[in-house]
């Protein structure tokens, strides 16, 4: 799945630009209730202003500190170290870039670095569910012994059950087995028949949800 399908396009964005003042940034963050919004200079991604970094500079200042503070630009204290993917990257290189950096989203740029989007963990979140078929027919765990040919035997199994995938995932559990667990959605008007059919293939059902 392309990050396209779950991209949060730029003209749907609260956006900010580097010489915008931490007094505006701090309004429109707080207004739109965000942690941190995406900054641009011009139409450049350069990085981001989490809510916490103008908190943390507020804590240790006094009257007059804090109305130059605020009167001062976001530029210097902008998270810039936030890695970019580009639209034709694929959902899981986003979700990856989640589960190793801590980042508050992960913008997506055109070739030459201008902002086409974001996406968020609740998208990545979202994008998944849809493709795991979440809430969709009945949820079957199944075990398959990891041989040639067996995947094709099940869904060959399935399609003579006249039952119709609505997805399917193969989990690879960390066992000294060499048994794959594949999850998968099925549309069937007979689970009873299908779970005979499968038996009779040798296919051990782990879960089965409806």
Do not use: C, H, W
Not at 148 to 161: F, P, Y
Request: aromatic share 6%.
């Amino acid at each position: 799945m392309y990050i396209t399908s779950v991209l949060l396009g730029r003209e749907n964005l609260t956006i900010l630009q580097k010489d915008d003042s931490v007094k505006k940034a701090k309004k429109v963050i707080e207004d739109g209730g965000f942690l941190s919004l995406p900054v641009l200079d011009g139409d450049k991604f350069v990085g981001a202003i989490p809510i916490y970094n103008i908190y943390k500079q507020l804590i240790d200042k006094d009257k007059g500190e804090e109305e130059e503070f605020l009167n001062s630009t976001i530029e210097n204290y902008i998270q810039e170290n936030i890695p970019k993917i580009s639209s034709t990257s694929l959902i899981e290189d986003a979700a990856e870039l989640f589960g190793r950096k801590n980042i508050p989203f992960v913008p997506v740029i055109d070739e030459e670095e201008r902002l086409e989007g974001i996406i968020t963990q609740k998208a990545i979140f979202n994008g998944f569910s849809r493709l795991l078929g979440y809430k969709r027919g009945t949820r079957i765990v199944i075990n398959v012994p990891e041989m040639k040919g067996k995947l094709s035997d099940l869904t060959n199994a399935i399609r003579k059950s006249n039952s119709n995938i609505i997805s399917l995932v193969v989990y690879d559990p960390d066992t000294p087995l060499n048994v794959k667990q594949v999850i998968i959605r099925v549309e069937t008007d007979n689970i009873d028949a299908l779970k005979q059919r499968l038996s009779k293939r040798g296919f051990s059902i782990r879960e089965l949800n409806k």
